[in-house]
C-alpha cells in the first residue's frame, strides 16, 4: 500500500499503527514527534491504535523552541562585547 510520509511516497506491506510506522521510517527523536495524518494531529496516547491506510499523507513534526536571537543582540549591546550571551 502507498502511503505519503512528509512529503515522501513510501510502500508498506500492511497496515500499521502510527508506532509502528514511527518505527519503520526511523523517526527522529520517536519520544518528542507530534504525527499528522491527512492534517490531523493525533494524540500520543492514539499511536499504538491509530492505523495509516492506504492513500493516506503522514507528516512527522518537530516543535522547536527560539529566541535566544534577541537575548544574545541585547546582552551584546548592554556589555559592549562580542561574545556576551
Do not use: H, W
Not at 500492511?14 to 508506532?19: F, N, Y
Request: cysteine-free; hydrophobic content about 40%; glycine content about 10%.
Amino acid at each position: 500500500m502507498k502511503i505519503t510520509v512528509n512529503g515522501q511516497d513510501v510502500l508498506l506491506e500492511k497496515e500499521l499503527t502510527v508506532q509502528e510506522l514511527l518505527v519503520a521510517q526511523r523517526a527522529e527523536m520517536p519520544e518528542y514527534v507530534t504525527v499528522g495524518i491527512n492534517e490531523e494531529l493525533i494524540e500520543r496516547e492514539d499511536f499504538a491504535d491509530r492505523k495509516v491506510r492506504a492513500g493516506d499523507s503522514v507528516e512527522f513534526l518537530y516543535f522547536m523552541g527560539g529566541g535566544s536571537f534577541g537575548k544574545v543582540k541585547a546582552a551584546k549591546a548592554a556589555t559592549g562585547k562580542e561574545g556576551a550571551a
